[in-house]
């Protein structure tokens, strides 16, 4: 080898490369690191700069009740008879401890966290009323019957959203069903009012306002069911219900 010749050291040329390489790498990480902590600055930015969440304890009242006044036609021992139904379903709702919620404000809409009241308190009572007649030409006296009020508890959960602006809506959610000595008819039953029925109204600019401490959406709903056929006659379902969001912090 002459003293002219270039140096030549077995590898040096792969370690040169690796090192390029490596150097390459450290610069396009460092490149996604700075995009990802302007990206996460940006967005404290913007969080910074909306309204900061908001802390609360939410509690349920509602009432919710079905009143029905139908005439079944049939017959009995050879006689045509009519059977006038008269009843009411009655379930009450009060949360027996409130529920913490967290709004959060994501593009100008609240979001809840979680969208559940729980530790609800359900009290369900049912009266019946019967009244059987004899049609012509059979004759005989009014058979009337009282029957004995049915009673259940139970506590569940409910789930509610946005359903618009400034305005809150429930999941549905079965509530108990009673029989007790006089059942109800099929078409009756089939009839199950729920807090879904009803919309309720809030002030989502309440909401970001830390000087409201309290609101409560209220929603009621009424609707009337005409029945036609074997059984006629009518149902009313009534709801009412107040969602109050009291601010802790």
């Known amino acids: 080898?002459?003293?002219?010749d270039p140096l030549?050291?077995?590898?040096?040329?792969?370690?040169?490369?690796?090192?390029?390489?490596?150097?390459?790498?450290?610069?396009?990480?460092?490149?996604?690191?700075?995009?990802?902590?302007l990206a996460a600055l940006g967005g404290r930015a913007d969080a910074a700069s909306g309204p900061k969440p908001g802390a609360f304890r939410v509690t349920l009242k509602a009432t919710v009740t079905k009143d029905w006044d139908t005439v079944t036609e049939g017959t009995d021992g050879g006689?045509?008879?009519?059977?006038?139904?008269?009843?009411?379903?009655?379930?009450?709702?009060?949360s027996s401890k409130p529920t913490p919620v967290v709004v959060v404000f994501r593009s100008g809409r609240p979001v809840y966290l979680p969208p559940t009241v729980r530790h609800v308190r359900i009290r369900v009572s049912q009266?019946?009323?019967?009244?059987?007649?004899?049609?012509?030409?059979?004759?005989?006296?009014?058979?009337?019957?009282?029957?004995?009020?049915?009673?259940a508890a139970v506590t569940g959960r409910f789930m509610f959203f946005r359903s618009g602006r400034n305005e809150l809506s429930f999941r549905p959610t079965r509530l108990p069903q009673l029989d007790g000595a006089c059942p109800s008819s099929e078409q009756v039953r089939a009839i199950q009012p729920?807090?879904?029925?009803?919309?309720?109204?809030?002030?989502?600019?309440?909401?970001?306002?830390?000087?409201?401490?309290?609101?409560?959406?209220?929603?009621?709903?009424?609707?009337?069911?005409?029945?036609?056929?074997?059984?006629?006659?009518?149902?009313?379902?009534?709801?009412?219900?107040?969602?109050?969001?009291?601010?802790?912090?």
Not at 1 to 4: H, R, V
Not at 9 to 29: C, D, E, I, K, Q
């Open 194 to 249: 729920g807090l879904e029925d009803a919309q309720g109204r809030i002030s989502e600019a309440a909401l970001k306002n830390r000087r409201v401490s309290a609101q409560t959406a209220t929603g009621s709903s009424r609707v009337t069911t005409e029945l036609e056929g074997d059984e006629a006659g009518r149902v009313v379902e009534r709801v009412h219900w107040d969602l109050k969001f009291s601010r802790v912090r």
């Open 79 to 94: 006689c045509a008879t009519s059977v006038r139904s008269q009843g009411r379903w009655t379930a009450t709702l009060r």
């Open 127 to 151: 009266s019946t009323r019967t009244t059987t007649r004899l049609l012509n030409p059979c004759k005989g006296r009014p058979v009337h019957e009282t029957c004995a009020k049915a009673r």
């Open 8 to 37: 030549i050291v077995p590898g040096f040329r792969t370690n040169m490369r690796y090192r390029a390489m490596r150097a390459a790498l450290l610069v396009a990480s460092s490149t996604v690191l700075a995009c990802v902590a």
């Open 1 to 4: 080898m002459n003293e002219s």
